[in-house]
DNA sequence: TAATCGTGGTG
DNA sequence: TCACCAAGATT
């Protein structure tokens, strides 16, 4: 039986009235709730992206608070946003952000633009988000299909796509198209959201207190534990990392701005080297500072850093060191390399696996 | 289409 | 310890 098929003897105006007064209900008090302006639809809607309520929460309450507007946001150094993003993970999100918020603010007088062709186009607002801004902030009935509709429909209507791919998304964009709210689509799509974080969760989802079971073909047939189709990834590979805390004879502290694409692109971190062979020496390290024109005594190692990625593990032999005589500006700039006193690493925006370096050598050591 | 892009929580 | 997961977008 197709969807349709299916959908034409299901009670869509009961499964509504089920799910929205169940929403009404039972809807947690989140931050991005309590108002509806736009841009901090928007902002929330970019947080939330592969990350988990709980952690976001602090982020967007700190981050509204050193950007409340657009134009704040717009006129704010890209640093300093990405220092505002620090911890949070995929940092293109936070530079698409603050792109797109510019263009905003250039192009649209600070307003968000409430056409789907026009939020589309910003940075970092694809299919997901652009709905979710259309609904949530202007009620306009647009789906927003995230994993977790995706999750809760596939139950529903017992359908077997795999949700991984992406073709699967414009399915279920097809089944909201016909199944919203039209009174009340910012409701509806919360709500079809809300569902799938608190009841029809991945795994063991909550059938017996769940308040559309009885319009839900998953729990009839007892599939509900087989649904979504999930295809798996490929395990994380591991690299071997030498990473060296430096410090001049007047005590600063040498650090390095990353390239400008790929991971954690514009963060700062301490310079190291990807070591091809696990070897307990530290010669490579000190040939690669010196390529960037750097004589060096290495002292020592201190530390070991393991830090997990989605696809990819870091292990990082951690060393201390001194730089030899006066390092040329020139040569620190070629290489994106600041001398930066002790007190102001802080300052820079770290990735996690360099923020536990700087803990662990210069925080608790007495580097 | 499939790979890339972070991090923290959970069972 | 490890596999899996989370309000995806970009290339």
């Known amino acids: 039986m197709t969807t349709l098929e299916k ?69 704010a150094e890209e640093e300093t ?19 797109a918020v510019k263009e905003v603010q250039e192009n649209y007088g600070g307003q968000v633009p409430a056409e789907k062709e026009e939020v589309h186009k910003l940075s970092g607002v694809g299919p997901y988000t652009a709905g979710a801004i259309l609904s949530i ?41 016909e199944i919203i709210s039209k009174e009340n689509p910012s409701h509806f799509n919360q709500a079809l959201m809300e569902l799938g974080a608190l009841i029809c969760t991945p795994k063991s989802p909550a059938c017996l207190i769940c308040p559309v079971q009885e319009h839900c073909a998953a729990r009839a047939e007892g599939v509900q534990e087989l649904l979504p189709v999930k295809a798996k990834k490929s395990p994380p590979k591991k690299k071997q ?33 990807e070591a091809e062979e696990v070897v307990e020496d530290y010669a490579d390290l000190k ?52 001398l930066v006193e002790k007190g102001d690493v802080d300052l820079y925006p770290f990735p996690v696996s360099h923020q536990k370096i700087n803990d662990f050598v210069l925080k608790k050591g007495d580097f």
Do not use: C
Not at 143 to 170: C, E, H, Q, W
Not at 287 to 294: D, I, P
Not at 306 to 322: K, M, P
């Open 137 to 177: 902030a202007f009620n306009i009935p647009a789906p927003a299909v995230d994993g977790n509709v995706m999750r809760v429909l596939s139950r529903i209507f017992s359908i077997y796509d795999d949700i991984s791919k992406a073709t699967t998304r414009k399915r279920f964009e097809s089944i909201v198209d």
């Open 287 to 338: 040939k690669h500072l010196l390529f960037m024109g750097l004589q060096v005594d290495i002292f020592e190692k201190v530390h070991e850093v393991r830090h997990v990625f989605t696809h990819l593990i870091w292990e990082i032999d951690v060393y201390i060191g001194e730089l030899k005589g006066m390092a040329r500006e020139a040569d620190l700039e070629l290489a994106s390399l600041r």
């Open 81 to 99: 946003v990405l220092k505002a993003w620090e911890g949070l993970g995929y940092y293109s999100r936070a530079r698409n952000l603050h792109k």
């Open 7 to 75: 959908l034409s003897n299901w009670n869509i105006k009961g499964y509504q009235q089920d799910l929205l007064k169940w929403y009404d209900e039972n809807k947690r008090d989140l931050p991005w709730r309590r108002e509806r302006d736009p841009y901090k639809i928007w902002v929330s809607e970019i947080m939330l992206q592969q990350t988990k309520v709980d952690t976001v929460i602090p982020y967007y309450n700190r981050f509204m608070k050193f950007f409340p507007t657009v134009q704040a946001l717009a006129e």
């Open 241 to 273: 990392m030498k990473a060296i805390v430096l410090k001049d004879d007047a005590g600063r502290i040498l650090i390095q701005q990353r390239p400008e694409t790929g991971m954690l692109a514009k963060l700062w971190q301490f310079p190291n080297i």
